[in-house]
Structures are given as structure tokens and as C-alpha cells.
């Protein structure tokens, strides 16, 4: 994989696990099945699809621009946006932290948080849409 020019994926690292030490998490019983290399799993595929997809769905989107109907009251997101936000959900990142019999996986909120910063970096769009989808199921609905 090429270098990500856009998030130093070292400091992310080096914040979750020298300075948070979230791997010590797996003492307790919510996170017991997690270790630092699921941690390092998830952080790899966040920044995978993130350079793979969002980011030049991003250079799309500049050019394309977002579309305002002043009549319906809506706005549409170049397609390009769809899906590259589509292969972060397909992934799993936006049930990071829901537990599992919500269809989650359980994980610690800091490295769904830190795992969201590889897609979110450049564009409030990718970030109001993820931490949306990461709030409980009850604000689920809006994005439906």
C-alpha cells in the first residue's frame, strides 16, 4: 500500500496503544476476545478502504459538487460519495462499537474513533455520517 499522505497512521498508533493503551482493555469482560492485533486489523483495513475508496471518491466529489433542490428541500451527494461510504459500511466500521447482539462488534469506542479519522479526515460529510451511524440504534433511523 502506497503511503497515506493525508493521516500518519504511526500516530494514530501511537496514540490507541502507547498512550491509551487500548490492548489493555481485553482485562475486561466486554473486550476479552479483543487484542492489539485485531486492533492493528481494523486500523490496516480503515486506512485500506480509505485510500482505496474515499479519497478519490473525494477528488469525484470536488469536482462534482454537491446538488441543492431548493424545492424539495434536499441535497444530493455526488454518487462517488455513495459508494465509497457503502464499502466503510460493508466493512463494518459503522457497528465498531455496537455490542453484538445489536449486530455489532463490541469494540472499544477509541478505536472505532481512531479507525473513523482515516476516512473522515478530509471531509465533514464522511464524519457527520459516521458518528451518526456509530450513535445507539435509536438515532439509526435517521440515515435509513
Known amino acids: 500500500m502506497r503511503p ?13 496503544f502507547e498512550m ?9 469482560e466486554p473486550y476479552k476476545e479483543f ?39 434536499t441535497v444530493t ?6 459508494k465509497a461510504m457503502q464499502a466503510f459500511r460493508d466493512a463494518g466500521f459503522t457497528g465498531l462499537v455496537q455490542p453484538a447482539d445489536c449486530g455489532g462488534m463490541g469494540m472499544p469506542d477509541d478505536v472505532s474513533l481512531y479507525a473513523g479519522v482515516f476516512p473522515c479526515c478530509k471531509r465533514s460529510i464522511y464524519y457527520l455520517y459516521y458518528a451518526i451511524k456509530r450513535c445507539h440504534q435509536p438515532c439509526a433511523h435517521l440515515w435509513q
Open 4 to 16: 497515506n499522505l493525508l493521516v500518519d497512521s504511526r500516530d494514530i498508533r501511537f496514540i490507541l
Open 20 to 28: 491509551f493503551d487500548v490492548q489493555s482493555l481485553s482485562q475486561y
Open 35 to 73: 487484542d492489539r492485533d485485531t486492533y492493528e486489523a481494523v486500523l490496516d483495513l480503515a486506512e485500506q478502504i480509505a485510500m482505496e475508496e474515499v479519497y478519490p471518491a473525494n477528488t469525484v466529489g470536488d469536482k462534482e459538487g454537491v446538488q441543492f433542490n431548493p424545492e424539495k428541500h
Open 77 to 82: 451527494v455526488p454518487q462517488s460519495y455513495k
